[in-house]
Structures are given as C-alpha cells and as structure tokens.
C-alpha cells in the first residue's frame, strides 16, 4: 500500500471514472449533533430513537456501528438530468425512478458499487459497506467531507447539482486522507418556498421534518399504519415526493437544463398505471414496479392499497369499475382501501 496521500488521491479518481460525481472521505467519528436533532424531532417513533442502540442513532457513530471502520467514503450521483417523464414523476419520486438508491447487487447501479469495491480491494483497502440495509447517516457523512451543505427541506445539496443527489457511503478498514468540515445550511434567511410546497405540511416553520406526515412514509406504511389525514394529502403519489425539491430555487438550473432520456422510463410510462397496480399480479410486480420501488415494500399488497388511494384522491369516476372489483376481489385491505376510495370518489361527484 502506496502512502495516504496518493491512495486517497487514487480512490477519488476510480471513483469519478464510474461515473460517481462527487466523492470525498471522511473520518470514522460520530456525527456530532446528529442524534441530539433526531430527538428533538417529532415523528422518529417508528426507529425508536428513544433508545440509544436504535438503528438510525448508531448510523450516526460510524465506528461503534461498523466494527474496524477507519474512514468512510462518501459517493454521490447525480440524477438530476434525466428526462424523467412527466407521467412518472405524478406518482413516483426521481430517487426511485433513476434506479440509484441502494441498488440490488444485480443492477447496473449496483455494479457500479461492486466495482468500486473490487478496486479498493485491489489497493489493499477492505469495504465495509453493508449492501441491503441502511448502515450510515449519509447526508451528515457528506456534509463532513465537505460535498454538500444542508437545505431548510432537509436535503443535501452539492453546488451545481442541487439536491437530485443520492448517496452511496462506503466505510473503509484503512485509515485514507480525511477532510472534517462544519455543516452548514446554504439558503437565503426569509425562503420558505419548499415548507409551503410541502403537500402535507412535514416540515415546521424552519425546515424540521416530521418522517410520519412524509409522503414516502405513508406510501410504505402497511394499511393498518396509514395516517387518513396524510392518504388524504398526498395526491397521485404512490411512491415518494418531489415538491420540496421542485420548489426550490437552489434548484431551478438544474430542473431547466437539458436532459437524456432514459429509455425504460420512457418504456414505462407507457406501461404504468394506477388501475394495473391495483390489481398487480406477479408478471406487472416483475416489469413494472420493482424495477423502481424495490426499496422498502415487500409486500405487494401495500402497492395495491397505494393506488386506491390515489384512484380516491383523484376523485375520477371512471375509476369506479374497477375499485369496485378491488373491492369485491382484493385482499382484506385492499378492500378497505378500494371502499373508502370509493367512497370518496361518490362524495366528490356529489360535490360537483
Ligand atoms: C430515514 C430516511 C427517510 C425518512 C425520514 C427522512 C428524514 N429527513 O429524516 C423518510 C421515510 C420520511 C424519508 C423520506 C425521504 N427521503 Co430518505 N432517507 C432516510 C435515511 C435512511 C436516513 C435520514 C436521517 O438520518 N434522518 C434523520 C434526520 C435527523 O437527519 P437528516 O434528514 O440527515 O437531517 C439533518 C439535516 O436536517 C441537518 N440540517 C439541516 N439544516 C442544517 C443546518 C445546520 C447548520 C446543520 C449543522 C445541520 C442541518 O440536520 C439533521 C441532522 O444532521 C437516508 C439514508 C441514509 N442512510 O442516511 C435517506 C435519505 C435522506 N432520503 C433521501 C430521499 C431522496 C428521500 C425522499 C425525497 C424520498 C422521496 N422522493 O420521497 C424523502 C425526502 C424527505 C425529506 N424532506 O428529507 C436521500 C436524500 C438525498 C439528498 N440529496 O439529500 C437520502 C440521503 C438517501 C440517499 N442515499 O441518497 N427518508
Ligand atoms: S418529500 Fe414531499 S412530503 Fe416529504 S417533506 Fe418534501 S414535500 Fe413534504
Ligand atoms: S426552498 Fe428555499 S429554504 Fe427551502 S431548501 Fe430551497 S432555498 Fe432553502
């Protein structure tokens, strides 16, 4: 093994050359403020950061959670030029649709982290990276290596390429050369353009986010755990949210520059709709749905209750059909999902 200097230099340029935009390392120390924020906010119950061992309050001590951790690389991509079409983006979040966030092993993304690693290993430097599970705070981690600082909307922003950025943050058992910096927010005092475009109302005044009134919160959650007062808000979206992003004019050049299309998505608008998902069967789960939203829901059920809340919030009759045979046919939930949908739909039409 070469000396740090030249080995730092050596991993940062593997890591642009596959294609990561930004990379940088930090050191293996806890984030400090982190857990004191997570505290503070409403709305973590489900990680149950009441206790210290939770799972995303030892995401913050890179060496106590990840045993033999020295430094920790943070990769980031980019992804926000991507022509994403615009009947996509009604209903799924460009995080999932670019493919990028933890991707399976088995994915072209997930190649990417493969070979990354397989060149570390190459240079004598063990990953320590967890490939399926969430391991490490990535925003707090990129902000240390000095990548990005920090928006009122909670997001992560890296200068030119806004906040359309997903992390990759791989610990390394080798002590590389680290950059610690001070987080900072980079937003004007008095804007407050992505609290007010928040559909339903997650974050307070100065930006603190609430995870349980999140819009990807509730398209998760089992039907048992889905808030109404949230289902009611979150419009035609089955699977996260942009409006705090899309507001923000830290982001306006990149939402008004050129775009490469990507043709799978533009195969999947055509393929994609509400009424096929909530009747998803194996063959629609496998072409249209995993490929991107195999992040956190298992169970196929939940995307079925997802798009009769949708049908519901739309208040279109010609829905109608078929959430009454979802109705008739679906599961217990979605069932219940399928009537209130229904129901809703009958209550806007009477409206009118
Ligand atoms: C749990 C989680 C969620 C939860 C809770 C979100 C949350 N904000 O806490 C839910 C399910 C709701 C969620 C939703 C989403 N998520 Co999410 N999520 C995560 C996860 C696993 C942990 C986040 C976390 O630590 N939260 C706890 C809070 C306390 O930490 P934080 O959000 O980083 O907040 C810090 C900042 O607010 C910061 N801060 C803000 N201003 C300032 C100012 C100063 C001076 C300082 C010091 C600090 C500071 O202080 C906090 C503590 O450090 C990360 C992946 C990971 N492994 O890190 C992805 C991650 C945050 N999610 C991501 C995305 C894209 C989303 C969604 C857009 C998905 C979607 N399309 O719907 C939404 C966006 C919600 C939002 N406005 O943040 C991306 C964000 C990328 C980016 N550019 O920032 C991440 C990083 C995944 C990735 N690998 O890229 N997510
Ligand atoms: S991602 Fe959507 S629901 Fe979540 S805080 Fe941003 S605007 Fe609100
Ligand atoms: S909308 Fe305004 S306050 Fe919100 S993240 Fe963007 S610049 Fe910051």
């Known amino acids: 093994m070469g000396n740090i200097g030249e080995l730092t230099k050596k991993v940062k340029r593997k890591a642009l050359e596959l294609g990561f935009a930004r990379v940088g390392v930090t050191t293996a120390d806890p984030i400090e403020g982190y857990e004191d924020e997570l505290c503070r906010r409403h709305g973590y119950d489900l990680w149950n950061v009441a206790d210290s061992e939770s799972k995303l309050r030892l995401a913050a001590r890179p060496r106590e959670k990840v045993p033999g951790a020295k430094s920790v690389i943070s990769l980031v991509r980019a992804v926000g030029r991507i022509d994403y079409p615009d009947g996509l983006l009604e209903h799924l979040g460009r995080i999932y649709l670019s493919r990028a966030y933890l991707p399976p092993d088995d994915t072209l993304e997930g190649k990417r982290v493969l070979l990354f690693e397989e060149y570390l290993e190459s240079l004598g430097i063990h990953s320590l990276y967890d490939h399926t599970n969430m391991q490490l705070v990535d925003r707090a981690i990129a902000a240390r290596a000095g990548l990005v600082t920090y928006g009122r909307n909670n997001f992560a922003y890296a200068d030119e390429l806004g906040s359309f950025i997903i992390f990759v943050t791989i610990p390394v058992d080798v002590e590389l050369e680290c950059e610690v910096h001070e987080p900072r927010r980079g937003c004007p005092d008095d804007c407050r353009k992505c609290v007010d475009a928040c559909p339903t109302r997650a974050m307070d005044d100065d930006g603190a986010l609430d995870p349980s009134r999140c819009v990807l919160y509730s398209n998760f959650r089992p039907g048992e755990y889905k808030d109404p007062a949230v289902t009611a808000l979150i419009g035609q979206r089955v699977h996260g949210c942009d409006a705090c992003q899309v507001a923000c004019p830290r982001n306006a050049h990149v939402l008004a520059a050129p775009k490469a299309p990507d043709p799978y998505l533009d195969w999947l608008a055509g393929a994609f709709s509400l009424e096929e998902m909530l009747f998803c069967d194996e063959a629609y789960y496998e072409a249209c749905i995993r490929p991107v939203m195999f992040n956190y829901i298992r169970d196929i059920d ?51």
Do not use: K
């Open 302 to 352: 939940i995307f079925r209750q997802n798009a009769a809340i949708a049908m519901g919030n739309s208040g279109d009759v010609r829905h109608l059909p078929a959430l009454r045979r979802a109705a008739a046919e679906g599961s217990e939930q979605v069932r219940r999902f399928a009537q209130i949908a229904i129901e809703q739909i009958e209550r806007t039409a009477a409206e009118l």
